[in-house]
């Protein structure tokens, strides 16, 4: 999916329509300790196996997270993008 660098949409700060640069959020650093991270490599031991029963799923899209800065005041706000997309955004 395609999306403008610059967006003309409305600063909270300035309180008014101001245009944006676009960026994709990054992705954190991943705790080592943190619930999920311990969750996820325990899973990744073994070799894997199959349930009698289990349907697989179909692979869902992302949405799309995004950080909009104002070019005037340089504050930052982040937008989610409604739609589910497989790749990542392109800037057009
Ligand atoms: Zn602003």
Redesign the pocket.
Known sequence: MKYPKEVRTY?P??KSH?THKVKLVSKGAARPMAIGTRKHERSLLGHGGKRAGEKTVKKQGKRQKIVME?T??K?KHERVIGVRTRKKLEFA
Request: aromatic content about 0%; some cysteine.
């Open positions: 600063c700060k300035c101001t104002c005037q005041c504050k």
